[in-house]
């Protein structure tokens, strides 16, 4: 595969993988991955969730799916890793 497949594969995956564990279009699911990551963001913030920290930029990602910008990181970043696992592999 090229840089290209592994870079769609990622941008077509990001939205399963966040609700796989637990930010979904609705909000975060109960016991599930991003449940904990929140607990543990609010314990850490003296009991709230801070704009702009990973928590939230996951939650929102998950409920609109995700910007533009987003999607050219993930697509970025999917195509990086690709490359050095096809020179790995």
């Known amino acids: 595969m090229g840089l290209r497949e592994y870079s769609c594969g ?3 995956s990001a939205p399963i993988v966040l609700g796989a564990v637990g930010f979904t279009s609705v909000g975060i699911a109960a016991s599930s991955y991003a449940a904990s990551m929140m607990s543990a963001a609010a314990v ?3 009991g709230g969730v801070a704009a702009g920290s990973l928590v939230a930029i996951l939650q929102s990602a998950g409920m609109a799916g995700l910007s533009g910008t987003a999607t050219a ?3 970025s970043v999917g195509g990086v ?3 050095v696992l ?3 592999i």
Do not use: H, Y
């Open 81 to 83: 890793v690709g490359g």
């Open 10 to 12: 990622a941008v077509v």
């Open 73 to 75: 990181v993930v697509g």
């Open 86 to 88: 096809a020179t790995i």
């Open 44 to 46: 850490a913030n003296g």
